[in-house]
């Protein structure tokens, strides 16, 4: 295959481009680097099979000339995190909606297949005990930027869905739950390497409001590999699929166990959702996948359990060359 990866040099971007590589195919990474980093890609630096281009999918130009010169685009970029969004939704939707448009026509126009990633927060504020992946959506009041990323993700999956059925494009959406892993970056959100670096730099483990939401962390090494075979599988195609992981935990449970894990000394400092997000933010209260359909179609099962993941995440950071402030 030779693919184009938009957000290559993003935390789950840079592990698909990992994967692509190890198994034999050619990449192009498309970045602008506002979120990504070379870093994340340091690891391919000099491999002939690689290529890492700076620039914008808000440039259509761009994206339509790699595009055209590839057979598979997996489109990853995107404005992420709840600190991004919320500090500059604007950014945030003119990123996710036209940049997806231009990656879309680029694929329907030059035949190529077609992944996007997309997100649990499109099911909104729906708490229910495994989303299936025709749930109902349930966003909070238009007035409030804080769903602008939720609802650009939506409409881009239908811009995808569209496109596929308007002109045949094969095309896969993957609903990825909390992914999290080596290279994920706290600073725009993103709660498990926030609270690894507080802990390793002793500093207080900022839970924002009572602890008790609920999330379910899913590890990139799953979840890369079961988003490959999915574009694999025809009777993927046109369809959302979870992928993600399914031990639940409260939030205030995360940082009870990553407290533990790395022998820290910080306290539990609890955040309102105001200081932490500014006024009117909605939190979700819990989020958890059903993973039925991707195991139908692609045999996927998280491997990976959280304190494993945690672990990993850790050790990686101890390992990280430069020593790095702690996140505010
Ligand atoms: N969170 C927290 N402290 C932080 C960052 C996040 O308590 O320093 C909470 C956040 O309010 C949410 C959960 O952790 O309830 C997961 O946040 P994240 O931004 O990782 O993902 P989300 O599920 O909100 O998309």
């Known amino acids: ?6 957000g290559g040099a993003g935390f789950i971007g840079s592990h698909l481009c990992d994967h692509l590589i190890a198994h034999g195919h050619q990449v192009v990474a498309l970045d602008d680097l506002s979120t990504g980093s070379e870093a994340n890609l340091a690891q391919l630096r000099g491999n002939p099979a690689f290529t890492l281009v700076r620039g914008s999918i808000l440039d259509a130009g761009l994206v339509g000339d790699l595009v055209s010169r590839c057979d598979t685009v997996f489109h990853l970029a995107a404005a992420v995190g709840v600190h991004t969004i919320v500090d500059d939704p604007l950014r945030s939707l003119r990123t996710n ?15 190529a297949r077609f992944l996007i990633a997309s997100t649990s927060e499109v099911y ?12 109902d959506r349930v966003y909070g009041s238009p007035l409030k930027s804080r769903w602008s990323y939720a609802a650009a993700k939506g409409l881009d999956e239908l811009v995808a869905y569209v496109h596929s059925v308007h002109t045949g494009l094969p095309c896969v959406i993957t609903r990825f739950f ?3 892993g080596p290279r994920q ?9 926030r609270f690894v670096d507080q802990a390793l730099a ?3 483990i900022t839970v924002y409001g009572s602890g008790d939401q609920r999330r379910c962390f899913g590890s990139v090494f799953d979840v890369v590999p079961a988003a490959v075979r999915l574009l694999d599988t025809p009777e993927a195609h046109r369809r959302a699929v979870n ?16 407290v533990a894990l790395t022998g820290s000394s910080s ?21 958890m996948p059903d993973i039925t359909l991707a195991h139908r179609l692609t045999g996927f099962r998280p491997r990976r359990r959280l304190d494993d993941i945690i672990a990993s995440i850790v050790q990686h950071r101890r390992t990280a060359a430069a020593p790095r402030a702690a996140v505010a």
Do not use: C, F, Q, W
């Not at 909104?124 to 749930?135: M, P, Q, S, V, Y």
């Not at 970056?185 to 390497?193: C, S």
């Not at 306290?267 to 989020?287: F, K, N, P």
């Open 124 to 135: 909104g504020k729906n708490d229910a005990d495994g989303l299936t992946e025709d749930a």
């Open 243 to 258: 992928l993600g992981g399914t031990e639940e935990v409260t939030i205030r449970e995360l940082a009870d166990r990553v």
């Open 97 to 111: 909606l036209h940049g997806t448009e231009n990656v879309v026509e680029a694929a329907a126009a030059h035949g």
């Open 178 to 180: 909390n992914i999290v």
């Open 202 to 204: 002793g500093e207080p």
């Open 267 to 287: 306290e539990i400092r609890y955040v309102s959702y105001e200081d932490a997000y500014g006024a009117g933010y909605e939190d979700m209260r819990r989020r």
């Open 1 to 6: 295959m030779k693919a184009v990866v938009t």
């Open 185 to 193: 970056t706290g600073r725009y959100g993103m709660v498990v390497p």
